[in-house]
């Protein structure tokens, strides 16, 4: 059996033209009626991680609750990056 192949994606634009992470929020929470304020409260996270008042760590973890994602949001995430 062929081994799978596991890709960890940074969520700084590294790889990309587009921040991941705000991309999954966009797929994970296509239909979530509440859209607009988790968008709002993932940027606010980012912005209080940018401006050392949160650690990484915990601005990431927060903003990955938020999303609510699953593995087919994953896929779709893949197959748009």
Do not use: C, W
């Not at 968008?39 to 990431?60: H, R």
Request: charged share 35%.
């Amino acid at each position: 059996m062929k081994p799978k192949n596991y890709y960890i994606i940074d969520f700084d634009s590294t790889f990309t033209q587009v921040e991941a992470l705000d991309e999954l929020a966009r797929i994970s929470l296509k239909k979530h009626p509440d859209k607009e304020s988790i968008f709002q409260k993932i940027e606010d996270y980012t912005n209080l991680a940018m401006e050392g008042k949160l650690s990484f760590s915990e601005s990431l973890a927060k903003r990955v609750e938020l999303l609510e994602a699953n593995e087919d949001h994953l896929k779709q995430l893949i197959k748009h990056l």
